[in-house]
């Protein structure tokens, strides 16, 4: 299937492992010049390869940073001011009962799964509808409706994610321009992995993961 992507310059957050890796990979094999990014050079190296070693003529650039932080954002729409595709995927989660959430808690993962979407989106928004031509995606989840008891903050975010790019979609009426929001459910990701060892670890049982 040709997509028609050949040339366009996408931005995949959080690419270096599971989901984000597997767009990565898909957008570099329909032709799409892609920037890989994650937190360390390490990572974004490794995970350079990975898709140069299923496509050997991919077009992969790199982009270390925790794009969380407003000052990695301001660092990479400066090293890349114009982009096709912006697929805001960086995300993360972990268990913890409401009552026992801080203000920290809830300040992280709105930071880094809600604020990080939503100032890259700010940023390109406008360049892609100047060009009359965009995407952009944020990778929500399922838990964004059936929030999950053990993990309300994470839902809530994704939630977050779901309503802002509702939001932008209807100031693209007419512009060439497209902003969805896709709601993953389970994967059997590196970062699920870690996490259900984590849970046997400690609670002393195995967990089936689909």
């Known amino acids: 299937m040709d997509l028609q992507l050949t040339g366009k310059l996408a931005l995949v957050t959080g690419s270096t492992a599971g ?31 990975a898709i140069l070693a299923e496509h050997p003529v991919a077009k992969v650039e790199t982009f270390a940073a925790d794009l969380s932080y407003a000052d990695a954002a301001d660092e990479v729409t400066k090293q890349f001011p114009k982009l096709d595709i912006l697929i805001n995927n960086l ?3 972990g268990v913890k009962p409401f009552e026992e959430l801080t203000d920290k808690d809830w300040h992280e993962i709105i930071q880094t799964n809600f604020l990080s979407g939503a100032r890259l989106s700010r940023f390109y928004l406008p360049r892609m509808k100047q060009a009359a031509w965009g995407r952009i995606l944020f990778i929500s989840s399922e838990s964004a409706v059936n929030i999950p008891t053990e993990m309300i903050h994470y839902g809530v975010t994704k939630a977050m994610q779901v309503a802002l790019a509702r939001g932008l979609a209807e100031t693209t009426v007419g512009t060439g321009v497209t902003v969805n929001s896709i709601l993953a459910g389970p994967t059997r990701s590196e970062g ?12 002393g049982i195995t967990v089936e993961a689909v």
């Open 192 to 203: 699920v992995e870690g996490f259900l060892k984590l849970i046997e670890q400690s609670e």
């Open 19 to 49: 989901i984000g890796l597997a767009i990565a990979i898909g957008l570099a094999k329909e032709g799409a010049r892609v920037i890989v990014n994650g937190r360390t050079q390490a990572r974004v190296d490794e995970a350079r390869r």
């Open 91 to 93: 995300g993360v989660y």
